[in-house]
T-cell receptor, first 113, second 112 residues
Framework: DAGITQSPRHKVTETGTPVTLRCHQTENHRYMYWYRQDPGHGLRLIHYSYGVKDTDKGEVSDGYSVSRSKTEDFLLTLESATSSQTSVYFC????????????FGDGTRLSIL | AQTVTQSQPEMSVQEAETVTLSCTYDTSESDYYLFWYKQPPSRQMILVIRQEAYKQQNATENRFSVNFQKAAKSFSLKISDSQLGDAAMYFCAYRSGNDMRFGAGTRLTVKP
């Protein structure tokens, strides 16, 4: 299995608080991604990174920011969490944007009350 | 925008039988890849099979095979000799560069 660690695995917090989720990889892959998974929607891309300090928006980026200061770490931040951001968040990595698939972490379940 | 549609929210199959999960997609790209992922209750996303759009030959991985119809933009997954461990959510996914889109998923139940 690809070495991807997401932390925390579960978090409950209140509306309006800042939240940061961490994705750590040991594979030295160039590309890293953050998705959210909601019933009826599958996985939707929030942000991705194609290198240190290089990031771009995905399909559902509003309300989220990301940072990548090291190859192995990709942080997802909710500056002021809202109940609509309650979801399961997945990090993924890949070595290329062509024939290699993305490998996923085990997910973080985030509940915003 | 690229979209991926899985029209079967739920499917059921008898153990040892064969089942086919449907997936259609919409794209104007010519260079892309298609995947099926399995998500058991553990929440892990496990790659089942992948297909390069430029290849006409359908991909096969043991009991799993696809029927890729590029002109129809269809990418179905066939599971042969279904096993209890195949029970999971299955997601069809499309990828072109960093744009990756997933279908809403099909929940597969395997009956003993």
């Amino acid at each position: 299995d690809a070495g991807i660690t997401q932390s925390p695995r579960h978090k409950v917090t209140e509306t309006g608080t800042p939240v940061t989720l961490r994705c750590h990889q040991t594979e030295n892959h160039r590309y890293m991604y953050w998705y959210r998974q909601d019933p009826g929607h599958g996985l939707r891309l929030i942000h991705y990174s194609y290198g240190v300090k290089d990031t771009d928006k995905g399909e559902v980026s509003d309300g989220y920011s990301v940072s990548r200061s090291k190859t192995e770490d990709f942080l997802l931040t909710l500056e002021s969490a809202t109940s609509s951001q309650t979801s399961v968040y997945f990090c993924a990595i890949s070595d290329s944007t062509r024939d290699q698939p993305q490998h996923f972490g085990d997910g973080t379940r985030l509940s915003i009350l | 925008a690229q979209t991926v549609t899985q029209s079967q929210p739920e499917m059921s199959v008898q153990e040892a039988e064969t089942v086919t999960l449907s997936c259609t997609y919409d794209t104007s790209e010519s260079d892309y890849y298609l995947f099926w992922y399995k998500q058991p209750p553990s929440r892990q996303m496990i790659l089942v099979i992948r297909q390069e759009a430029y290849k006409q030959q359908n991909a096969t991985e043991n009991r799993f095979s696809v029927n890729f119809q590029k002109a129809a933009k269809s990418f179905s997954l066939k599971i042969s000799d279904s096993q209890l461990g195949d029970a999971a959510m299955y997601f069809c996914a499309y990828r072109s560069g960093n744009d990756m889109r997933f279908g809403a998923g099909t929940r597969l139940t395997v009956k003993p």
